[in-house]
């Protein structure tokens, strides 16, 4: 077994990701160095099996940092498995794999050690390869969900663009949106969130979304776990005459936020709050005038 992994720019992470699931159908395992400033996206699989090395390198293209390639050890299933632990949100929010029941999440408690009474349990198969709530950009986007509940503005309408697994989408069902819609320009995207709001027993909308040429549904509220070249993209496709009462963005760096606060302030967005974890941000903004 072989151990493929690619390391980019965490500006141009969610690109490459793109890029690689095209190679790699199979999907991917995530992990990231806030200190070094990467993100690396692992191929597992028999030399036969795996994409040339020329291919991931061009899907890469110029947010590529490194390529390495190693024989991993017998029990590379069990230590994969160890690698996707729980990820918890303020105490109150948690995504767990499915090998890890959810007694044994609430009797380990959050590492912070202040669990609520009864927090959200969300269980996200991490072979989907499409987000699994541990990356800063989703626990930063699920930290201002609850923001909004605790403001009592959970009652309404809700998309999650670029949805990727649905853990968002899906935390948002558990927390009193609705109706609630995930949306992403990869079929295989779409799949997964169906799958993945079976295993919760939620109900929400999937569908396939490019943001770039289709509209975006009217909503109450949108979120948008995006890098921030798809931030401002977004910015530039929004109907002017049914904007989202309020956006809930991610998936941006710290240096990169002013460029997107602007850019949805020309559309008469505020902005409300800023979340931040390492290099990440999350911004909460808050349309001036919005739709009635």
């Known amino acids: 077994m072989i151990r493929l992994a690619v390391r980019c720019d965490p500006a141009q992470s969610e690109i490459v990701l793109a890029e690689l699931l095209a190679v790699a159908p199979g999907g991917v395992e995530e992990s990231s160095d806030e200190a070094e400033g990467w993100v690396e996206y692992a191929i597992y699989g028999a030399p036969s099996e795996l994409p040339e090395l020329g291919e991931v390198q061009a899907a890469a293209g110029e947010g590529l940092v490194s390529v390495t390639s190693e024989e991993v050890p017998e029990d590379w299933a069990e230590r994969w498995r160890e690698f ?21 999440v609430l009797a380990a ?6 669990a609520a009474a009864d927090p959200v349990v969300i269980e996200v198969e991490p072979a989907q390869a499409f987000g699994t709530g541990a990356h800063p950009t989703t626990r930063l986007c699920l930290a201002l969900l609850l923001d909004l509940v605790d403001e009592g503005l959970a009652n309404r309408a809700l998309i999650d663009l670029g949805a990727g697994s649905g853990v968002l989408a899906i935390a948002a069902v558990e927390l009193g ?4 819609l995930a949306a992403d320009h990869d079929p295989a995207a779409v799949e997964a969130i169906a799958d993945n709001a079976r295993r919760n027993d939620v109900s929400i909308g999937a569908e396939r979304l490019d943001l770039r040429t289709d509209l975006i549904p009217p909503t109450a509220t949108l979120v948008a776990n995006l890098t921030a070249p798809l931030l401002l993209e977004l910015a530039s496709r929004l109907d002017r005459a049914a904007l989202p009462e309020r956006l809930l963005c991610s998936g941006l760096l710290r240096t990169e936020r002013d460029r997107v606060i602007e850019a949805f302030g020309a559309l008469g967005y505020s902005l409300r709050a800023v979340r931040e974890l390492g290099d990440w941000a999350g911004l909460r903004l808050e349309a001036s005038n919005p739709p009635s």
């Open 84 to 104: 996707h632990r729980p990820a918890w949100v303020r105490g109150r929010i948690v995504v767990r794999p499915p090998w890890v029941t959810t007694d044994e």
């Open 109 to 114: 408690g959050p590492p912070e050690g202040e």
């Open 177 to 180: 949106f609705d109706p609630v």
